[in-house]
């Protein structure tokens, strides 16, 4: 398969992106999704307790390997401080055993039972057992945002409150995802297909636009790629790895290994993810870094999320929504 098994332009980024003048991209390649960037929900021990306690097998299926930033209070801190107990501030009915690495101890070793404290970790829990453990990544002071289940964090601090986002949903519902509030203007949100910015459905988000003075370019696609209406042969809908680098080959050029990386994410959905870089011949500079990001919908079709910048500017917007990203 190549690019000519497309049946129209899937995206001219020349019509899509603002350019403006010579410029570099940040060299630092982002990998949008990664292990380094996971997003954490806020929950109290007294919540992560109770759950256990009334149906430790819904509570397991629920949080087994989830980041969490969990509130509680010390029960115990051992010599070392390589390990802390932590239970809920009222429900004291099940403790949960921590670990901490070896840069985190001499901080663990200060605090005393009955001390409350909020840690970025991942929940696990045993085998055989049923032992509710935690792996502590980072000790921190507790966020004053931080009051209902619906408030998620990255490893920095930034929060992100679902309940204030808005979802959009494409491919007649079957794809939603959430995005800012401040993202719903006609400046900022563009219709691919309606405003003739390319032939998938979906959307462009024009970033950059967020602030008046912000004149480099930086815009996150999310597109859904129908394989029924969209493929010139009917009979490669089952090749979606040559699918989706005919899409990169479309808009991009000519590519070579694909994909760069096979993601398997810490919530448990796969995608392929490919970077490479898109230039103008009008413009002088290194170009616009793009990010894909493909998640398979079966035969039927691909979201495609694709991520172009010089700055990643709204890095941390872009990570919340592609992990609020479904396919139903």
């Known amino acids: 398969m190549n690019k000519k098994r ?48 009334a149906n430790s097998k819904a509570a397991k299926t629920k949080y087994n390997n989830q980041p969490v930033l969990l509130y509680g209070q010390v029960v115990s801190v051992d010599k070392d401080g390589k390990n802390l107990t932590v239970t809920g501030l009222s ?55 931080a009051l209902s289940s ?71 696609f999310v597109c859904y790629f129908d394989n029924n209406s969209q493929l010139a042969f009917a009979g490669d809908s089952d090749e979606t790895k040559l699918i989706e680098k005919a899409i990169v080959e479309n808009i991009l050029g000519n590519v070579g290994i694909f994909p760069t990386k096979r993601v398997m994410t810490y919530y448990g959905e796969e995608y392929n993810y ?13 170009g616009y870094r793009c990010e894909f990001i493909f998640r398979a919908d079966g035969e039927d079709g691909i979201v495609v999320v694709l991520y172009v910048y010089r700055e990643a500017k709204h890095l941390k917007d872009v990570l919340f929504l592609t992990r609020f990203l479904e396919v139903r």
């Open 91 to 145: 429900n004291t009915s099940l403790t949960l055993e921590c670990t901490c690495e070896r840069s985190l101890r001499s901080t663990a070793k200060t605090y005393q039972t009955g001390t409350k404290v909020a840690l970025y970790g991942s929940i696990s829990v045993g085998l055989f057992t049923g032992d509710v453990y935690f792996t502590v990544d980072k000790f921190t002071a507790l966020p004053a945002s």
């Open 274 to 286: 490919y970077d490479g870089v898109f230039k103008n011949a009008l413009e002088a500079g290194d």
């Open 150 to 220: 619906d408030m998620y964090y990255l490893k920095d601090g930034t929060e992100y409150n679902k309940r204030n986002a808005t979802k959009v949903t494409i491919n007649n519902g079957g794809v939603e995802y959430y995005i800012p509030s401040t993202w719903v203007n006609d400046k900022i949100q563009h219709s691919v297909k309606d405003e003739n910015l390319g032939t998938m459905e979906g959307y462009q988000y024009v970033l950059n636009k967020l602030s008046p003075a912000d004149s480099v370019p930086e815009s996150l």
């Open 6 to 53: 497309i049946t129209a332009i899937i995206m001219a980024l020349c019509v899509c992106l603002s350019f403006c003048g010579a410029g570099w991209f940040d060299g630092t390649k982002v990998m949008v999704d990664t292990e380094n960037n996971k997003v954490y929900q806020y929950r109290t021990a007294d919540e992560i307790v109770s759950e256990f306690t």
